[in-house]
């Protein structure tokens, strides 16, 4: 605690004088995309200063990599004499950026609780700023931790096997789908009461998606409406969509096309829902 | 004449039950403070967040400077600044980014925000504190931040809501000073408070609110006019002595007295002249006074009177202060018109 602040001295500046009108047209656009970039700042200054985002951000997505490569790796064989490092990338990818989300709830919510969306109401920003600034943010964020785990996965083993323009595919694939999965926590942050809340309501919703999925094992050992669930759902389809990718398409049943598809189509459909819904709930906050 | 800010009949009701604002209006002078008194609930908040265009009013009319709140938000937004009770920055931020933060949104350049931050950093005491997060400020940093970041943007209307709940005396009147200076400079405040005394240093009008309605409005010495010019408080030994210095006092004063613990409590006209026919009276009937003062009625008195319950901040006192006055209770008898009464 500092001690030494007490002493408020005035100089000039303290006189009030009007700030720049709000514009109409497409300097009104420059203006969205500042805010939205200011907000995006402010996000990523934060994550760097709260110590569980920086666990769930660093430390975490390389001790799941090395986990599951040394402890869970030796018990469970891929398909077609693939490597277990191989065949888990995809799906640790999803499950990482999943998770990631959930601090997305959690920030917006924490935001709301504390005040400061009060107070952004009242400056003359884009009300669209805090939401694609949050998102941004966050899909940046995202950025982070799939390189850095591209970087361990390839220390312990992780060798491209459909080379890189098929690996980029399936990276680009994972981050639209948890930028479109973001909008979805977005929601939850803003219909939480508060970020405990957020994060409770987040984690059943996410839990049985990433964990009933081809993520981690091969679908043979599920029984078969597990299975069907598994494939069905939208995790499972994107998953299987970047395997297709970045493995080959000999690896996952059915054409890569195909695959890819079905996962766009999901991340897409969950766009279109989750973004107005959010929109719409903060719009409607009082 | 435009006024800084204008409330016309503001009404707003919260899921249908909670009735916030029952039609309150004011007017806020330019280049002056206007005082929002009133206890916890009584509305001042969503007064003050109707008029900062956060919240949209059921009916009625906000005016800033001439710009309408709800059609004109917009407008209203890059005039005002707000500072609310619970310090509303950021606190994984430094004070610096804070600044800087809430400086781009109002879209000023940014070598202007910076030179604008470090100024401000300096004017609030802040500049050894400005490159920490906000998690190690204390309470009164935090505040003294937030307020800053008000005036970022030199807002020529600045919103106040309650700046000094919960700080200790010594920040209080490091706020105040603040206040005051901002309006040397041509600013125009809307402060809301719970504390009388706060309002009385530092506003030119007050608007008394209590259930969501302005019971009372006028400058703080009118407000108190409406009680007598002065009280006279008369300390005795013990509260027996003080209820026979109330009988022998009865019609002495403007209005009846009233006893508070072992002390009389004495609305009059004319104090100096009064005190000495209190005097007298009381050594004639051998009544030595512990405690004797003249006072100004203070603005509690004038709650009191309006509402008949004393303020929050007070209230843990208000169990052994009882009351007088038109429409208060009594918890000790007064006797009027016997100024002879209780002697022997």
Known sequence: MSTTTTAITYEAGLAPAAGPAMPRGAARLGWAVADALTITKRNLIAYTRIPESLFFSTLQPIMFVLLFRYVFGGAIHPPLGLTYIDFLMAGIFIQSVGFGGIGTAVGLSEDLQKGLIERFRALPMARSAVLAGRTTADLVRNVFVLLLMTGVGALVGFNFPNGAPGFIAASALALFFAYALLWGFAVIGLAASNSETAQVMAFPILFPLIFASPAFVPLTSMPGWLRWFATNQPIGAVINAMRSLMLGARYVPGSTSGHVLVALAWCVGLLLVFAPLAVWRYRRIS | ?344
């Open chain 2, 1 to 344: 004449m435009t006024h800084a800010i204008e409330a016309h009949d503001l009404r707003k009701t919260f899921g249908g039950e909670v009735r916030a604002l029952d039609g309150v209006s004011f007017a806020v002078e330019e280049g002056t403070i206007f005082g929002l008194l009133g206890p916890n609930g009584a509305g001042k908040t969503t007064a003050v967040r109707i008029l900062t265009t956060i919240l949209a009013p059921d009916s009625g009319t906000g005016l800033v400077l001439g710009h309408d709140v709800v059609a004109q938000a917009d407008r209203v937004r890059t005039l005002i600044g707000l500072a609310g009770q619970y310090a509303a920055v950021d606190e994984n931020l430094t004070g610096r980014e804070n600044l800087t933060m809430v400086g781009r949104l109002n879209h000023l350049a940014r070598d202007v925000v910076a030179k604008r931050a470090t100024e401000l950093l300096e004017q609030f005491g802040l500049s050894d504190a400005g490159d920490r997060p906000l998690k190690t400020y204390s309470g009164g940093m935090r505040r003294r931040l937030d307020v800053a970041a008000a005036l970022v943007a030199r807002p020529k209307v600045l919103f106040l809501d309650e700046p000094t709940t919960g700080l200790d005396p010594h920040s209080r009147v490091d706020v105040w000073g603040m206040i005051d200076h901002l309006v040397e400079e041509g600013t125009s405040v809307l402060l809301t408070t719970q504390y009388l005394e706060e309002a009385d240093t530092l506003a030119r009008d007050i608007a008394v609110v209590d259930h969501g309605r302005v019971i009372a409005e006028g400058t703080p010495a009118q407000l108190k006019a409406d009680l007598g010019a002065t009280v006279l408080d008369v300390g005795l030994a013990d509260p027996e002595l003080a209820r026979r210095a109330a009988s022998i006092l009865g019609s002495v004063g403007a209005k009846s007295p009233t006893v508070v613990g072992s002390t009389v409590e004495l609305p009059v006209d004319d104090g100096p002249r009064i005190a000495i026919e209190v005097l007298r009276l009381l050594d004639q009937n051998a009544l030595v006074p512990t405690t004797f003062r003249i006072r100004e009625p203070s603005l509690d008195d004038v709650f009191m009177a309006l509402t008949g319950k004393r303020t929050e901040a007070d209230e843990e006192e208000a169990t052994s202060i009882p009351t007088n006055g038109r429409h208060r209770r009594r918890r000790e008898p007064s006797v009027a018109g016997t100024s002879d009464g209780g002697a022997r």
